[in-house]
């Protein structure tokens, strides 16, 4: 059993949990900390024949490259695990031999995080970013470089002066003119939620992020969970329904910095846009950080006699303790 560490002794954890906090490094102020226990739980039952050469694996908790709203304090992996760390977050892989009909294998995950509030408070110095080209570039689902998304992009930062102009400018637009559905696309992208006008988090990220990147602005989309104090159980919380996706953009001076383009709310039935949502965290309104890994979902393979075919199911669930 791997066990981790890491810089945080038990008396300083203690105060820092129980007294009020506020740390600044001069470009962003972060606040109230909280502790969260998480049991990433794995499981892989087989219902049919014998499977042999399994092969599992899965997206897990980044606890490499952090945001500034978040800290590892202990992490635990299980026995045969291989971590593998990719450029935008992390993956596991576990490998069994055999797997019998009505067994089944179970991995757990142990992680305790610190979780801030965040306020970056960014300037809006002139210039560009400089940061690798990948968030700057077209892809699968963030057309940044279709005729549509360029177009609308330039007309929308129309006399902007800065970058960062140009990304609250991006953000009021998506913000105030898409419509909230909790029932997701058969695909996530940016021009097909703009031609219909509605969507869920993710494609709400996607239209800021290849709006961004077509005004040459960095972005990348966040994976994670949010949720309010509300919304914990006294044990445990299945934070299955509480998963969700943000934005980060790179600012000249500043770096990457947050934004949550889909929170929106109305006056007398009109929409409001709110830039506590640009460059903050709510204290009241937790964004638990998971990776930067946008398509990356859990996967099981292995081998069978085609006589005796095997079925194996995979469920992974992340199970949150205050």
């Known amino acids: 059993m791997k066990i981790i560490y890491r ?23 972060i606040s109230d900390p909280q502790q969260y226990r998480i049991r990433y739980l794995v499981e892989v039952e087989n219902t049919a024949g014998p ?23 202990f992490y635990q992996e299980p026995r045969g695990i291989k971590i593998n760390k990719l450029a935008e977050g992390q993956n596991a892989v576990y ?9 089944q294998i ?54 902007c002066d800065t970058q960062m102009d140009k990304a609250r400018k991006l953000f009021e637009y998506v913000n105030t003119t898409f419509k909230y559905q909790k029932i997701e696309q058969d695909s996530h992208s940016a021009l097909e939620t703009i031609r219909i006008g509605k969507g869920v988090c993710e494609d709400f990220s996607l239209v800021y992020i290849a709006l961004c990147r077509a005004a040459r602005i960095p972005a990348r989309l966040v994976r994670g969970y949010r949720f309010s104090a509300n919304d914990l159980r006294s ?29 929106t709310y109305s006056v007398n039935g009109i929409k409001q846009v709110s830039y506590d949502f640009f460059g903050k965290i709510d204290k009241t309104d937790r964004h638990l950080f998971f990776s930067y890994i946008r ?14 075919p095997a079925n194996l ?9 205050k």
């Open 7 to 29: 810089s945080f002794c038990l008396l300083s954890l203690i105060l820092c949990l129980t007294v009020p906090l506020i740390q600044a490094d001069g470009r962003y102020t």
């Open 51 to 73: 499977a042999k050469e399994i092969e599992i694996e899965l997206p897990v908790f980044n606890t490499d490259k952090l945001p500034p709203y978040q800290k590892l304090v």
């Open 95 to 103: 490998l069994a031999p055999l797997l019998d009909k009505g067994r």
């Open 106 to 159: 179970t991995l757990e995950f142990k992680y305790t995080f610190v979780n801030y509030a965040i306020d970056y408070q960014p300037n809006g110095y002139k210039g560009y970013s400089s940061v690798e080209k990948r968030y700057l570039q077209s892809e699968t689902g963030i057309e940044s470089d279709s005729k549509t998304i360029v177009n609308l992009a330039r007309n929308l930062t129309a006399g």
């Open 235 to 263: 044990g445990e919380t299945d934070l299955k329904e509480f998963a969700h996706a943000w934005v980060e953009v790179n600012l000249p001076a500043e770096g990457w910095i947050t934004v949550e383009p889909t929170f």
């Open 295 to 308: 398509d990356n979902a859990p996967n099981c393979s292995w081998k069978h006699d085609p006589r005796n």
């Open 313 to 321: 199911k995979l469920t992974v669930r992340t199970l949150l303790r």
